[in-house]
């Protein structure tokens, strides 16, 4: 692994950056010379990304974090700490879900998705806001879903738990945005990646936005001048839904 150095450089951090939304987002924040954390569970897909982008010039550190544990998200800001210094950046991005009609949809599924969608996106911004409310700055973005504001069948918990991380980020807004942190939602429609099912993928995927796309949205908002912020994004596919 490359020797990383602590330095004035901002730090961004996404969660479940082995694929898809996570990956372009943390590429995205390299491209414009941030270090990147890149987090989640699969270690040699991380080393992959990571590797890709330390390739190209830039700095990235890949760490295993699971975010529905404390301890482990507890260690990998730790990690983090003594690498890089510090996160100024926190994008709020693993997340699963299962396609399924509430009948059909276990305990363990709503356990599963509440675990990593509501609690992790809580223990990631606990582990990254007392320092960031000590340095009166900091991002931390949200990839919440369009499910969160609009209704759709056969995805009650996966909409139950991204209404819960956007009611929980309105309110650490308002909380937090006169100490000089700025908590950014983004709600995206359909995004081409594996969360959905192979068929779907490929009957819609023309008419899907690609992972890039959100990360456009992510950057540019972290690129706005000091005097502004964006609250809230929603992103769909140009047809809408699918
Ligand atoms: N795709 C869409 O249409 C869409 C639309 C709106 C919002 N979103 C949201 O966007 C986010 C990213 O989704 P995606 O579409 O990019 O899905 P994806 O391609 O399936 O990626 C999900 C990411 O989450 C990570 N992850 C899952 N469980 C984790 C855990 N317990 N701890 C740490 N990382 C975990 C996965 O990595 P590991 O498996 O390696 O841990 C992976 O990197 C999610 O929050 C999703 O709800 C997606």
Redesign the pocket.
């Known amino acids: 692994m490359i020797e990383l150095e602590k330095n004035n450089i901002p730090v961004a951090w996404v969660?479940?950056?082995?694929?898809?939304?996570?990956?372009?987002v943390a590429n995205a924040f390299a491209v414009i010379g941030c270090k990147v954390v890149l987090?989640?569970?699969?270690r040699s897909?991380?080393e992959i990304n990571a590797g890709k982008i330390i390739d190209q010039g830039g700095a990235a550190l890949p760490l295993v974090?699971?975010?529905?544990?404390e301890t482990?998200v507890r260690t990998a800001m730790a990690t983090i700490t003594k690498k890089f210094g510090g996160v100024d950046v926190l994008v709020?991005?693993?997340?699963?879900?299962v396609f399924e009609s509430f009948e059909k949809t276990t305990v363990k599924e709503f356990d599963?998705i509440m675990?990593?969608?509501l609690r992790?996106y809580f223990l990631a911004t606990k582990a990254v806001l007392t320092a960031m409310l000590k340095q009166k700055k900091g991002h931390i973005f949200n990839?919440?879903?369009?499910?969160a504001v609009a209704t759709f069948t056969n995805s009650s918990v996966?909409a139950a738990?991204?209404a819960g991380t956007l009611a929980m980020s309105r309110s650490l807004r308002a909380e937090v945005r006169k100490k000089g942190i700025r908590v950014v939602d983004?709600?995206?429609?359909?995004?081409?990646?594996?969360?959905?099912e192979k068929p779907t993928r490929k009957k819609y995927h023309s008419k899907?936005?690609q992972?890039e796309d959100?990360a456009d949205a992510v950057v540019s908002v972290y690129c706005q001048p000091q005097r502004m912020t964006t609250d809230e994004i929603l992103l769909r596919p140009v047809e809408g839904d699918l």
């Not at 974090?65 to 544990?69: A, F, I, P, R």
């Not at 709020?92 to 879900?97: I, L, Q, S």
């Not at 990839?143 to 499910?147: A, C, E, N």
Request: glycine share 12%; with cysteine; net charge neutral.
């Open positions: 969660t479940g950056a082995t694929k898809g939304i996570g990956l372009a987090s989640g569970r699969n897909q991380l974090c699971d975010v529905t544990s482990s709020n991005n693993a997340g699963v879900t599963q675990a990593t969608n992790g990839i919440h879903s369009v499910t996966y738990s991204k983004i709600l995206p429609g359909a995004v081409d990646t594996d969360m959905w899907m936005m992972p959100v």
